[in-house]
Protein backbone atom coordinates (compact mmCIF):
# COMPACT_ATOMS: atom_id res chain seq x y z
CA UNK A 1 0.00 0.00 0.00
CA UNK A 2 2.87 2.27 0.90
CA UNK A 3 4.16 4.17 -2.15
CA UNK A 4 7.45 4.96 -0.23
CA UNK A 5 10.21 3.20 -1.44
CA UNK A 6 13.71 3.02 0.63
CA UNK A 7 15.06 6.22 -2.68
CA UNK A 8 12.24 7.82 -1.42
CA UNK A 9 10.98 8.49 -4.85
CA UNK A 10 7.11 8.98 -5.39
CA UNK A 11 6.31 5.72 -7.41
CA UNK A 12 3.19 4.28 -8.43
CA UNK A 13 0.77 3.88 -5.47
CA UNK A 14 -1.84 5.21 -2.77
CA UNK A 15 -0.80 5.34 0.99
CA UNK A 16 -3.78 7.98 1.92
CA UNK A 17 -6.01 6.18 4.09
CA UNK A 18 -9.60 7.17 4.75
CA UNK A 19 -11.27 4.41 6.07
CA UNK A 20 -10.45 1.09 7.46
CA UNK A 21 -11.11 -1.57 7.36
CA UNK A 22 -9.82 -1.36 3.89
CA UNK A 23 -12.24 -0.96 0.93
CA UNK A 24 -10.79 -4.32 -0.62
CA UNK A 25 -12.60 -5.97 1.70
CA UNK A 26 -15.90 -4.96 1.04
CA UNK A 27 -18.15 -6.62 -1.39
CA UNK A 28 -21.97 -7.32 -2.52
CA UNK A 29 -22.52 -10.24 -0.60
CA UNK A 30 -22.55 -7.64 2.86
CA UNK A 31 -25.66 -5.66 1.01
CA UNK A 32 -27.85 -7.38 3.20
CA UNK A 33 -26.24 -6.41 6.04
CA UNK A 34 -26.06 -3.00 5.10
CA UNK A 35 -29.87 -2.89 4.42
CA UNK A 36 -30.16 -4.32 7.82
CA UNK A 37 -28.71 -1.72 9.46
CA UNK A 38 -30.59 0.78 7.08
CA UNK A 39 -33.77 -0.49 7.95
CA UNK A 40 -33.22 -0.48 11.73
CA UNK A 41 -34.23 2.34 13.82
CA UNK A 42 -31.55 4.34 16.04
CA UNK A 43 -31.39 3.71 19.60
CA UNK A 44 -31.27 7.26 19.99
CA UNK A 45 -31.68 10.14 17.56
CA UNK A 46 -27.47 9.98 17.28
CA UNK A 47 -26.56 12.53 14.13
CA UNK A 48 -25.96 11.93 11.06
CA UNK A 49 -24.27 13.47 7.85
CA UNK A 50 -25.28 13.36 4.01
CA UNK A 51 -22.63 13.48 1.46
CA UNK A 52 -23.22 14.23 -1.86
CA UNK A 53 -21.16 13.13 -4.57
CA UNK A 54 -21.11 15.81 -7.95
CA UNK A 55 -19.32 13.11 -10.65
CA UNK A 56 -18.53 16.05 -13.37
CA UNK A 57 -15.33 18.10 -14.17
CA UNK A 58 -14.67 20.78 -16.49
CA UNK A 59 -11.16 18.59 -17.48
CA UNK A 60 -9.71 15.36 -15.77
CA UNK A 61 -6.82 16.35 -13.91
CA UNK A 62 -3.55 14.39 -14.72
CA UNK A 63 -2.96 12.83 -11.07
CA UNK A 64 -6.86 12.24 -10.45
CA UNK A 65 -8.54 8.94 -9.87
CA UNK A 66 -12.10 9.95 -9.03
CA UNK A 67 -15.16 8.69 -10.51
CA UNK A 68 -15.76 11.95 -13.11
CA UNK A 69 -17.22 12.31 -16.30
CA UNK A 70 -16.13 15.29 -18.78
CA UNK A 71 -18.44 14.38 -21.42
CA UNK A 72 -21.80 14.93 -20.22
CA UNK A 73 -24.33 17.46 -21.66
CA UNK A 74 -26.64 19.52 -19.38
CA UNK A 75 -29.39 16.89 -19.61
CA UNK A 76 -27.46 13.87 -18.72
CA UNK A 77 -26.28 16.44 -15.86
CA UNK A 78 -29.83 16.99 -14.71
CA UNK A 79 -30.80 12.85 -14.83
CA UNK A 80 -28.09 12.42 -12.46
CA UNK A 81 -29.16 15.38 -10.43
CA UNK A 82 -32.89 13.88 -10.27
CA UNK A 83 -31.51 10.58 -9.28
CA UNK A 84 -29.70 12.12 -6.53
CA UNK A 85 -32.71 13.86 -5.51
CA UNK A 86 -34.20 10.19 -5.40
CA UNK A 87 -31.85 8.60 -3.96
CA UNK A 88 -31.91 11.21 -0.66
CA UNK A 89 -35.99 10.40 -0.70
CA UNK A 90 -35.52 6.18 -0.49
CA UNK A 91 -33.32 6.81 2.40
CA UNK A 92 -35.41 9.22 4.07
CA UNK A 93 -38.43 6.36 3.76
CA UNK A 94 -35.96 3.76 5.89
CA UNK A 95 -36.42 3.38 9.23
CA UNK A 96 -32.98 3.68 10.50
CA UNK A 97 -32.85 7.43 8.80
CA UNK A 98 -36.77 8.65 8.90
CA UNK A 99 -36.43 11.68 11.33
CA UNK A 100 -33.17 12.02 12.49
CA UNK A 101 -31.25 15.82 12.17
CA UNK A 102 -28.69 15.46 9.62
CA UNK A 103 -25.61 17.61 11.61
CA UNK A 104 -23.63 18.04 8.24
CA UNK A 105 -23.53 18.01 4.56
CA UNK A 106 -21.16 17.65 2.33
CA UNK A 107 -21.23 18.67 -1.85
CA UNK A 108 -17.78 16.81 -3.04
CA UNK A 109 -16.45 15.75 -6.47
CA UNK A 110 -16.07 15.66 -8.74
CA UNK A 111 -16.54 19.12 -9.06
CA UNK A 112 -20.24 20.16 -7.28
CA UNK A 113 -19.47 24.17 -8.56
CA UNK A 114 -20.16 22.40 -12.08
CA UNK A 115 -23.60 22.30 -11.70
CA UNK A 116 -25.62 25.75 -12.99
CA UNK A 117 -27.03 27.81 -10.20
CA UNK A 118 -30.34 26.45 -11.35
CA UNK A 119 -29.32 22.80 -10.96
CA UNK A 120 -28.47 23.72 -8.25
CA UNK A 121 -31.23 25.27 -6.71
CA UNK A 122 -33.46 22.89 -7.89
CA UNK A 123 -31.44 19.68 -6.60
CA UNK A 124 -31.73 21.68 -2.86
CA UNK A 125 -35.30 22.22 -3.10
CA UNK A 126 -36.27 18.34 -3.78
CA UNK A 127 -33.59 17.32 -1.15
CA UNK A 128 -35.46 19.78 1.53
CA UNK A 129 -38.38 18.16 0.85
CA UNK A 130 -36.61 14.99 1.73
CA UNK A 131 -33.89 15.53 4.22
CA UNK A 132 -34.14 18.95 6.24
CA UNK A 133 -30.97 20.56 7.13
CA UNK A 134 -31.74 23.98 8.19
CA UNK A 135 -30.20 23.18 11.80
CA UNK A 136 -26.63 21.65 10.59
CA UNK A 137 -23.64 22.91 12.18
CA UNK A 138 -21.94 22.50 8.82
CA UNK A 139 -22.92 22.94 4.93
CA UNK A 140 -19.83 22.28 2.56
CA UNK A 141 -19.60 23.05 -0.93
CA UNK A 142 -15.93 22.39 -3.16
CA UNK A 143 -15.40 24.09 -6.14
CA UNK A 144 -13.22 24.08 -8.77
CA UNK A 145 -12.75 28.35 -9.06
CA UNK A 146 -13.31 28.34 -12.96
CA UNK A 147 -16.47 27.26 -12.48
CA UNK A 148 -17.38 30.02 -10.66
CA UNK A 149 -19.50 33.42 -11.05
CA UNK A 150 -20.54 35.48 -9.16
CA UNK A 151 -24.13 34.90 -9.57
CA UNK A 152 -23.44 30.92 -9.33
CA UNK A 153 -21.80 32.28 -5.62
CA UNK A 154 -25.05 33.94 -4.55
CA UNK A 155 -26.62 30.43 -4.82
CA UNK A 156 -24.33 28.64 -3.27
CA UNK A 157 -24.30 30.96 -0.29
CA UNK A 158 -28.70 30.86 -0.78
CA UNK A 159 -28.85 27.28 -0.08
CA UNK A 160 -27.11 27.27 3.28
CA UNK A 161 -23.28 26.41 2.59
CA UNK A 162 -21.31 27.88 5.24
CA UNK A 163 -17.53 26.23 4.53
CA UNK A 164 -16.34 26.52 0.86
CA UNK A 165 -13.62 24.78 0.05
CA UNK A 166 -11.86 26.41 -3.10
CA UNK A 167 -9.44 23.79 -4.84
CA UNK A 168 -6.74 26.34 -6.00
CA UNK A 169 -3.86 23.84 -5.99
CA UNK A 170 -0.66 25.99 -6.95
CA UNK A 171 -1.09 29.93 -7.81
CA UNK A 172 1.15 29.03 -10.81
CA UNK A 173 -0.51 28.91 -14.00
CA UNK A 174 2.17 26.74 -15.80
CA UNK A 175 2.07 23.58 -13.31
CA UNK A 176 -1.74 24.16 -13.45
CA UNK A 177 -1.38 23.04 -16.84
CA UNK A 178 1.17 20.96 -16.51
CA UNK A 179 -1.29 18.43 -14.36
CA UNK A 180 -4.12 18.95 -16.28
CA UNK A 181 -6.45 21.23 -13.86
CA UNK A 182 -8.79 23.34 -15.70
CA UNK A 183 -8.55 26.97 -13.48
CA UNK A 184 -5.95 29.19 -13.80
CA UNK A 185 -4.78 31.64 -10.79
CA UNK A 186 -6.86 35.02 -11.43
CA UNK A 187 -9.98 32.51 -11.34
CA UNK A 188 -8.69 31.40 -7.66
CA UNK A 189 -7.96 35.04 -6.70
CA UNK A 190 -11.69 36.25 -8.20
CA UNK A 191 -13.84 33.58 -6.48
CA UNK A 192 -11.64 34.21 -3.15
CA UNK A 193 -12.98 37.76 -3.40
CA UNK A 194 -16.66 37.29 -4.41
CA UNK A 195 -16.41 34.41 -1.35
CA UNK A 196 -15.44 37.13 0.94
CA UNK A 197 -17.88 39.15 -0.37
CA UNK A 198 -20.66 37.26 -0.03
CA UNK A 199 -19.59 36.61 4.06
CA UNK A 200 -19.04 32.60 4.14
CA UNK A 201 -18.68 31.50 7.70
CA UNK A 202 -15.52 29.22 6.34
CA UNK A 203 -13.27 29.57 3.08
CA UNK A 204 -10.81 26.79 3.08
CA UNK A 205 -8.13 26.55 0.17
CA UNK A 206 -6.50 23.44 -1.02
CA UNK A 207 -3.05 23.46 -1.89
CA UNK A 208 -0.76 19.81 -3.18
CA UNK A 209 2.69 19.80 -2.66
CA UNK A 210 4.65 18.30 -5.70
CA UNK A 211 2.93 18.88 -8.60
CA UNK A 212 4.46 18.17 -11.61
CA UNK A 213 6.90 20.65 -12.08
CA UNK A 214 6.52 21.94 -8.63
CA UNK A 215 10.12 24.14 -7.28
CA UNK A 216 11.40 25.27 -4.35
CA UNK A 217 10.89 29.20 -5.14
CA UNK A 218 7.35 28.43 -6.81
CA UNK A 219 5.90 26.49 -3.60
CA UNK A 220 7.07 29.38 -1.50
CA UNK A 221 5.52 31.79 -3.74
CA UNK A 222 2.73 29.70 -3.49
CA UNK A 223 2.43 29.43 0.48
CA UNK A 224 3.16 33.19 0.08
CA UNK A 225 -0.09 34.09 -1.70
CA UNK A 226 -2.04 31.87 -0.07
CA UNK A 227 -1.42 33.51 3.43
CA UNK A 228 -1.96 37.03 1.88
CA UNK A 229 -5.72 35.79 1.61
CA UNK A 230 -5.54 35.13 4.98
CA UNK A 231 -8.26 31.57 4.64
CA UNK A 232 -10.37 30.35 7.67
CA UNK A 233 -8.51 27.21 6.62
CA UNK A 234 -5.93 25.77 4.78
CA UNK A 235 -5.64 21.91 3.93
CA UNK A 236 -2.15 20.44 1.93
CA UNK A 237 -2.05 17.05 0.32
CA UNK A 238 1.18 15.03 -0.74
CA UNK A 239 1.25 14.43 -4.35
CA UNK A 240 0.23 10.95 -5.33
CA UNK A 241 0.48 8.63 -8.04
CA UNK A 242 -2.51 6.56 -7.97
CA UNK A 243 -3.33 3.87 -9.79
CA UNK A 244 -5.81 4.44 -12.79
CA UNK A 245 -4.89 8.55 -13.57
CA UNK A 246 -3.68 9.72 -16.87
CA UNK A 247 -0.06 10.33 -15.00
CA UNK A 248 0.49 7.18 -13.93
CA UNK A 249 -0.53 5.56 -17.34
CA UNK A 250 2.22 8.09 -19.14
CA UNK A 251 4.43 6.16 -17.07
CA UNK A 252 5.11 8.98 -14.82
CA UNK A 253 5.96 7.12 -11.55
CA UNK A 254 9.28 6.55 -10.16
CA UNK A 255 10.74 9.01 -12.94
CA UNK A 256 11.28 11.51 -10.25
CA UNK A 257 8.52 14.20 -12.02
CA UNK A 258 7.05 14.46 -8.87
CA UNK A 259 8.88 15.11 -6.02
CA UNK A 260 10.28 13.07 -3.80
CA UNK A 261 8.31 12.20 -0.21
CA UNK A 262 11.03 13.98 1.70
CA UNK A 263 10.82 17.33 -0.55
CA UNK A 264 7.22 17.20 -0.30
CA UNK A 265 7.29 16.40 3.39
CA UNK A 266 9.85 19.67 3.85
CA UNK A 267 7.24 21.55 1.57
CA UNK A 268 4.48 21.14 3.94
CA UNK A 269 6.79 21.77 6.45
CA UNK A 270 7.01 24.77 5.06
CA UNK A 271 4.03 25.90 4.41
CA UNK A 272 2.49 25.09 7.87
CA UNK A 273 5.41 26.91 9.45
CA UNK A 274 4.71 29.63 7.59
CA UNK A 275 1.05 30.09 8.67
CA UNK A 276 1.49 28.89 11.96
CA UNK A 277 4.29 32.03 12.45
CA UNK A 278 1.03 34.13 11.41
CA UNK A 279 -0.86 32.75 14.26
CA UNK A 280 -2.57 29.67 12.46
CA UNK A 281 -2.79 26.29 14.29
CA UNK A 282 -2.37 22.65 13.01
CA UNK A 283 -5.93 21.15 13.29
CA UNK A 284 -5.09 17.26 11.50
CA UNK A 285 -1.82 16.24 9.24
CA UNK A 286 -2.91 18.24 6.23
CA UNK A 287 -4.52 21.36 8.01
CA UNK A 288 -3.90 24.83 9.48
CA UNK A 289 -6.57 26.78 10.59
CA UNK A 290 -6.50 30.95 11.35
CA UNK A 291 -8.62 30.43 14.41
CA UNK A 292 -8.17 27.72 17.02
CA UNK A 293 -11.28 26.85 17.46
CA UNK A 294 -12.75 26.76 13.78
CA UNK A 295 -14.60 23.37 12.69
CA UNK A 296 -14.71 21.27 10.34
CA UNK A 297 -17.44 19.38 11.29
CA UNK A 298 -17.38 16.64 8.83
CA UNK A 299 -14.29 15.65 9.36
CA UNK A 300 -14.58 15.83 12.62
CA UNK A 301 -17.95 13.74 12.83
CA UNK A 302 -16.63 10.87 10.40
CA UNK A 303 -13.88 10.41 12.41
CA UNK A 304 -15.64 10.16 15.83
CA UNK A 305 -17.57 7.15 14.19
CA UNK A 306 -20.85 9.34 12.77
CA UNK A 307 -23.31 7.79 10.75
CA UNK A 308 -23.09 9.30 7.21
CA UNK A 309 -25.07 8.52 3.99
CA UNK A 310 -23.18 8.57 1.15
CA UNK A 311 -25.33 9.75 -2.24
CA UNK A 312 -24.40 9.57 -6.01
CA UNK A 313 -22.21 7.44 -8.09
CA UNK A 314 -19.52 5.25 -6.47
CA UNK A 315 -20.02 7.53 -3.08
CA UNK A 316 -18.93 6.04 0.22
CA UNK A 317 -20.98 6.03 3.25
CA UNK A 318 -21.06 4.47 7.03
CA UNK A 319 -24.18 3.62 9.15
CA UNK A 320 -24.63 2.06 11.91
CA UNK A 321 -21.59 -0.36 11.84
CA UNK A 322 -21.89 -0.76 8.59
CA UNK A 323 -19.33 0.25 5.28
CA UNK A 324 -21.17 0.77 2.21
CA UNK A 325 -20.57 1.78 -1.41
CA UNK A 326 -23.24 2.81 -4.37
CA UNK A 327 -22.59 1.10 -7.63
CA UNK A 328 -19.53 2.63 -9.73
CA UNK A 329 -21.01 3.25 -13.29
CA UNK A 330 -23.38 6.99 -13.74
CA UNK A 331 -25.77 4.49 -16.32
CA UNK A 332 -26.22 2.18 -13.18
CA UNK A 333 -26.66 4.44 -10.70
CA UNK A 334 -28.99 6.40 -12.53
CA UNK A 335 -31.12 2.93 -14.13
CA UNK A 336 -31.35 1.65 -10.31
CA UNK A 337 -32.71 5.11 -8.94
CA UNK A 338 -35.05 5.32 -12.05
CA UNK A 339 -36.55 1.91 -10.58
CA UNK A 340 -36.86 3.34 -7.28
CA UNK A 341 -33.84 1.02 -5.43
CA UNK A 342 -30.55 1.96 -3.74
CA UNK A 343 -27.93 2.13 -5.92
CA UNK A 344 -25.67 -0.24 -3.44
CA UNK A 345 -22.92 -2.07 -4.89
CA UNK A 346 -20.69 -3.31 -1.87
CA UNK A 347 -20.79 -3.29 1.75
CA UNK A 348 -19.04 -4.44 5.09
CA UNK A 349 -20.41 -5.02 8.27
CA UNK A 350 -17.62 -3.67 10.77
CA UNK A 351 -16.59 -4.93 13.83
CA UNK A 352 -16.46 -3.29 17.04
CA UNK A 353 -12.96 -3.60 17.61
CA UNK A 354 -12.65 -2.56 13.88
CA UNK A 355 -14.57 0.46 14.20
CA UNK A 356 -12.58 1.25 17.34
CA UNK A 357 -9.49 1.21 15.17
CA UNK A 358 -11.37 2.64 12.50
CA UNK A 359 -11.81 5.62 14.95
CA UNK A 360 -8.32 5.32 16.96
CA UNK A 361 -6.18 5.78 12.86
CA UNK A 362 -8.16 8.03 11.38
CA UNK A 363 -8.13 10.40 14.81
CA UNK A 364 -4.53 9.89 14.83
CA UNK A 365 -4.56 11.86 11.91
CA UNK A 366 -5.31 14.51 14.03
CA UNK A 367 -2.59 14.56 16.14
CA UNK A 368 -3.75 13.66 19.26
CA UNK A 369 -5.47 10.98 20.52
CA UNK A 370 -7.42 10.82 23.98
CA UNK A 371 -7.16 7.27 25.56
CA UNK A 372 -10.11 7.84 27.74
CA UNK A 373 -12.38 8.10 24.56
CA UNK A 374 -11.56 4.98 23.30
CA UNK A 375 -12.20 3.74 26.97
CA UNK A 376 -15.65 5.09 27.36
CA UNK A 377 -16.52 4.34 23.67
CA UNK A 378 -15.44 0.95 23.50
CA UNK A 379 -14.20 -0.19 26.77
CA UNK A 380 -10.92 -0.36 25.05
CA UNK A 381 -7.26 0.30 26.92
CA UNK A 382 -5.05 2.13 23.62
CA UNK A 383 -2.56 1.97 25.42
CA UNK A 384 -2.96 -1.87 25.74
CA UNK A 385 -4.51 -2.35 22.52
CA UNK A 386 -1.43 -0.87 20.97
CA UNK A 387 1.18 -1.46 23.09
CA UNK A 388 3.81 -2.63 20.54
CA UNK A 389 2.66 0.02 17.80
CA UNK A 390 2.91 2.90 19.77
CA UNK A 391 6.25 1.82 21.77
CA UNK A 392 7.41 1.54 18.04
CA UNK A 393 6.02 5.01 16.89
CA UNK A 394 7.65 6.59 20.07
CA UNK A 395 10.63 5.30 19.78
CA UNK A 396 11.07 6.40 15.73
CA UNK A 397 10.19 9.94 17.43
CA UNK A 398 6.51 10.00 15.94
CA UNK A 399 4.38 10.33 18.66
CA UNK A 400 4.61 10.73 22.49
CA UNK A 401 2.33 9.78 24.86
CA UNK A 402 1.68 12.84 27.22
CA UNK A 403 0.38 11.96 31.37
CA UNK A 404 -0.14 8.39 30.29
CA UNK A 405 -3.43 9.73 28.35
CA UNK A 406 -3.25 11.84 25.59
CA UNK A 407 -0.95 10.31 22.38
CA UNK A 408 0.26 12.94 20.59
CA UNK A 409 2.05 13.25 17.11
CA UNK A 410 5.36 14.94 17.23
CA UNK A 411 5.68 17.23 14.42
CA UNK A 412 8.27 14.50 12.69
CA UNK A 413 4.98 12.47 13.08
CA UNK A 414 2.48 14.67 11.30
CA UNK A 415 4.70 14.70 8.04
CA UNK A 416 4.19 11.04 7.64
CA UNK A 417 1.03 10.42 9.28
CA UNK A 418 -0.53 8.28 6.84
CA UNK A 419 2.49 6.01 6.64
CA UNK A 420 2.42 5.16 10.93
CA UNK A 421 -1.30 3.88 10.61
CA UNK A 422 -1.26 0.58 8.91
CA UNK A 423 0.77 -1.18 11.79
CA UNK A 424 -2.83 -0.43 13.93
CA UNK A 425 -4.59 -2.40 11.24
CA UNK A 426 -5.70 -6.23 12.29
CA UNK A 427 -3.35 -8.90 11.17
CA UNK A 428 -5.31 -9.88 8.17
CA UNK A 429 -5.40 -6.19 6.82
CA UNK A 430 -1.65 -5.72 6.81
CA UNK A 431 -0.26 -5.64 3.60
CA UNK A 432 -3.08 -5.98 1.97
CA UNK A 433 -4.29 -3.85 -0.82
CA UNK A 434 -6.20 -0.83 0.50
CA UNK A 435 -8.87 0.06 -2.43
S1 LIG B 1 -11.18 18.75 -10.31
FE1 LIG B 1 -10.86 17.20 -8.71
S2 LIG B 1 -12.30 15.56 -9.17
FE2 LIG B 1 -12.15 16.84 -11.04
S3 LIG B 1 -10.59 15.85 -12.26
FE3 LIG B 1 -9.54 17.38 -11.02
S4 LIG B 1 -8.87 16.30 -9.14
FE4 LIG B 1 -10.40 15.02 -10.19
Given at each position: MSSTTPDDTTEVGSYFISNYPPFSFWNKDHLPAAMGALQTAPQEMSPIGLYLHIPFCRKRCKFCYF???????SKEIERYVSALGREAELYQELPGVRGRPFKFVYFGG??????SAKQLRGLVDRLRDSIGWDDAEEVTFECEPGTLNRGKLEAIREIGVTRLSLGVENFNDEILEENGRAHRSPECLEAYGWARELAFDQVNIDLISGMVGETEENWKDTVRRALELQPECLTIYQMELPFNTIYTREGVGGTGAVANWETKRRWVDYAFGEFKAAGYSQSSAYTVVR?????FVYRDALWEGADMLGTGVASFGHFQGCHMQNVDGIEEYNLLLEEGKLPLGRALPVTPRQLMIREFVLQLKRGKVEVSYFLEKFGLDARNEFRDQLQAHQDSGYLQIENDETIRLTPRGFLVADTLLEPFFEEQHRDARYT
Open positions: RVYTDKNGTPSYLDADTK
